[in-house]
Nanobody, 127 residues
């Protein structure tokens, strides 16, 4: 059964950094597009970034992440990472990764287009 597991969340002070990991089991993550999403308390889930397959080898970032977040693949570990720098209290949320057999033709796919989801990892940014 295909599964995703996020890790790396935690508490960090404003201006700090975290590196999230999204590890896949039961399928080859390199063949799937990956989306990073977050959901803050009382708010809807929003896409942060999306990563094309290893063959396509590119990523897109939404405005909230542009210039601060970077996603990378570690195909040997069947994992995708999200490096987050310059974190601010507004970045506090549960972060999810998702995978799908998708082509990133334009923008990032909506949440409903992904068919494998992780359980999420909490990121808290506060002083």
């Amino acid at each position: 059964q295909p599964q995703l597991a996020e890790s790396g969340g935690g508490w960090v002070q404003p201006g700090g950094s975290l590196k999230l990991s999204c590890a896949a089991s039961g399928f080859t993550l390199a063949d799937y597009a990956v989306g990073w999403f977050r959901q803050a308390p009382g708010k809807e889930r929003e896409v942060v970034a999306c990563v094309a397959t290893s063959e396509a080898n590119f990523a897109r970032y939404r405005d909230v992440a542009s210039g601060r977040f970077t996603s990378s693949r570690d195909s040997a570990k069947n994992t995708v990472h999200l490096r987050m720098n310059s974190l601010q209290p507004g970045d506090t949320a549960i972060y999810f990764c998702a995978a799908g057999r998708l082509q990133l033709l334009t923008g990032c796919p909506d949440a409903g287009e992904y068919n494998v989801w992780g359980q999420g990892t909490q990121v808290t940014v506060s002083s």
